[in-house]
Structures are given as structure tokens and as C-alpha cells.
């Protein structure tokens, strides 16, 4: 590991933890989205982190938030990290081409399908109660389908 590496492994390990310390799951190789993909049934939801000021005040506690407001808790909770887990993040986006490359970005997947995605536009400016309340109607509306 080079020193531009180790220097970014020491900023990015909090924004990680800020996660994972809430259940979610780091799929941090292609292998490892496409295994979830592939085996996950029900619904995924999937954050793309970033070091951005929009994930750290708004992305990561408007889903955290929104995970303790609804009742429509999704089965799987994973992050791919934009701009360190190069692979993983491409891979992930692979699967929902349809929709421009976004960090931070929510999506949420319904047997590996694109139920629902919220791009950083619907994050960056808004507060974190509309981006706790965009994450949680995503969640209710894949429920209901």
C-alpha cells in the first residue's frame, strides 16, 4: 500500500464504520457484489458511500434514519464505497445502468431488480429529514409492489 492509500484508509475508515456499525455489509470486490446479487432475495438496500460533505450530514444519516423510521426493514443492508472500492462500485452500478453514476446515492433492490434510486441531486441540499423521508418512501413503495 502506497502512503496516498494509507493516508485515505485512515479518512475513509470512519465514513466506512458510520455503516457498517449499523448493520450494513462492505462489498468491497466485484466478486462480492455479484454475489450478493445473485443470492440475495427479497429487497437489498444499497448505499454508494463517499467522502463528499452531502454523504457525511445527509446520505449516511438520512439512511440511517430511515431505517429506524420504517417498518419495511429490508433484508439485506450493503455500501460500496465510490472512489475506493473502484470495482465494487462499477460493478454495483452495472447493475442499474439505467440511472447515471451517483455519490452518495441510495438504491434499492428487489431480487437484485432496481426497485428505486435516490442520486445525489436528491441529497446534496436537501435536509436530512428529506433524505431519511425519500429513503423510507423507497422502502414502503418496494414493500408494496
Do not use: W
Amino acid at each position: 500500500m502506497n502512503a496516498y492509500e494509507e493516508y485515505m484508509k485512515g479518512i475513509v475508515g470512519p465514513m466506512r464504520e458510520e455503516l457498517t456499525s449499523n448493520g450494513f455489509t462492505e462489498l468491497t470486490t466485484a466478486e462480492d457484489v455479484n454475489g450478493h446479487v445473485a443470492e440475495a432475495q427479497g429487497t437489498s438496500l444499497v448505499v454508494i458511500n463517499s467522502v463528499c460533505g452531502c454523504a457525511a450530514g445527509l446520505a449516511r444519516p438520512g439512511v440511517i434514519e430511515a431505517l429506524e423510521a420504517t417498518d419495511h426493514k429490508p433484508d439485506h443492508l450493503v455500501t460500496v464505497f465510490a472512489g475506493q472500492d473502484k470495482e465494487a462500485t462499477a460493478q454495483m452500478r452495472s447493475y442499474f445502468e439505467e440511472v447515471p453514476p451517483s455519490s452518495p446515492s441510495v438504491a434499492v433492490l428487489k431480487d437484485g431488480q432496481l426497485a428505486a434510486f435516490i442520486p445525489r441531486e436528491h441529497i446534496e441540499g436537501y435536509s436530512v429529514e428529506d433524505v431519511r423521508d425519500k429513503v423510507r418512501f423507497a422502502l414502503e413503495e418496494t414493500a408494496a409492489k
